[in-house]
């Protein structure tokens, strides 16, 4: 397959291509377009077929279900069974931005994209393309991030490229992600509503909406013996081709374990994810600052294009810095310990 890709600024929208880009949405066919948390992989929500064109283009298991987008509040009742008080505060205060809720689903929507489920994850993006488009293609879009199963999720459009050129009709390049971290899921069919994924809207963030909220106990850990309640959250994912491991203490010893270590590297090719304050510091073949440590939004921004970047080098070892668990930060450590299969060093 042949794929056409276009350049839209949010700023100015060009209406044609939108409705050009609906257009193979209605017919059943697959199209990538930028959100303001990373880029998407999107399809027809409420076709079967066009979910099952998602998991193929992105060589994802079928038993990890889709988000389905919407661009306003009035698409929500027609595909949920109900909508509980506690999500239409938090649509009030989140949407559109950076959050997904998981709710019971109507019969509009098809297992198929649910994974099975008689659950479905929502969220309405803040992008204005997004919105367009999801507008254009008759209000429900279904997209997962835009890069094969198990990699990094794309911040750019070069990256969507790299992954699903000839997989895809077309690829809609937005410019930069201003988040760079997939939205927040929080579940609102469970007694207390919970946290499945962290993300840009912390916990904190929540809490002046909800009274209470309970957090997946396998987010930050991986020992707790239970499977995760986001299906997709137990694959491995967002993951660099080189082996990666976290390593946590203070500066210095971290400094110092990390540059022992990429010595004894023999003649594999090392990197490291430092901070503005460290990196010059790194003896390893490759070092790349992620920012600023206490600007926590820059390096969630940057996380996922460093990633590829070590890819795109061929680094074969790699080691990171690790970040405090509070906050944004909660939401970076939970990808960088996934995309390190759960490889934390702690040095004291
Ligand atoms: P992605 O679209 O790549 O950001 O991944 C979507 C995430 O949402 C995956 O981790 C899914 O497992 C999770 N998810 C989607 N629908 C549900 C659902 N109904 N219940 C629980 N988790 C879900
Ligand atoms: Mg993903």
């Not at 839209?8 to 697959?30: N, R, S, T």
């Not at 509980?84 to 929507?109: C, H, Q």
């Not at 003649?267 to 901070?275: C, E, P, Q, R």
């Not at 790699?318 to 990808?335: K, L």
Request: glycine share 10%; hydrophobic share 40%.
């Amino acid at each position: 397959m042949d794929t056409k890709i276009v350049k839209i600024k949010e700023g100015h929208i060009d209406g044609a291509l939108i409705q050009e880009a609906g257009a193979i949405l209605k017919a059943g066919g697959l199209v990538a377009f930028p959100t303001e948390t990373v880029y998407g992989l999107g399809g027809d929500a409420l076709n079967p077929l066009s979910s099952k064109k998602i998991y193929a283009a992105k060589g994802r298991p079928s038993d990890n279900p889709l988000i389905v987008h919407i661009a306003e509040f009035g698409a929500l009742a027609p595909i949920v069974r109900e909508i509980p008080e506690n999500a239409r505060k938090l649509a009030e205060k989140f949407w559109p931005g950076p959050l997904t809720m998981i709710l019971y689903k109507s019969d509009l929507v098809p297992y198929e994209t649910t994974g099975g489920l008689d659950t479905v994850a929502i969220r309405m993006p803040g992008n204005r393309i997004a919105r367009e488009l999801i507008r254009a293609a008759g209000g429900y879009v279904a997209a997962p991030s835009a890069n094969r199963s198990g990699r990094p999720s794309p911040t750019l459009a070069k990256y969507v490229a790299q992954d699903l050129e000839g997989r895809v009709e077309m690829i809609i390049d937005g410019g930069d992600v201003k988040i760079g971290l997939e939205s927040t899921i929080v579940d609102l069919t469970s007694d207390k509503p919970m946290v499945l994924r962290p993300g840009y809207v912390t916990r904190q963030d929540l809490l002046e909406v909800l009274p209470e909220i309970e957090e997946d106990s396998t987010l930050m850990r991986d020992d707790s013996g239970q499977a995760p309640r986001a299906p997709g959250m137990k694959y491995r994912h967002y993951a660099p081709k080189g082996d990666l491991t976290i390593v946590k203490g203070v500066e210095e010893k971290v400094l110092a374990y990390i540059n022992a270590q990429c010595e004894k590297s023999g003649n594999k090719k090392t990197g490291v994810i430092g901070t503005d304050a460290t990196v010059r510091r790194y003896d390893a073949d490759v070092c790349k600052s992620v920012g600023c440590r206490e600007d926590e939004e820059a390096v969630a921004r940057e996380l996922y294009r460093i990633l590829r970047e070590f890819d795109d080098e061929d680094v074969e070892v790699i080691y990171a810095e690790a970040f405090d668990d509070s906050g944004i930060g909660q939401a970076i450590m939970n990808r960088l310990l996934k995309a390190a299969g759960h490889k934390l060093v702690e040095v004291f």
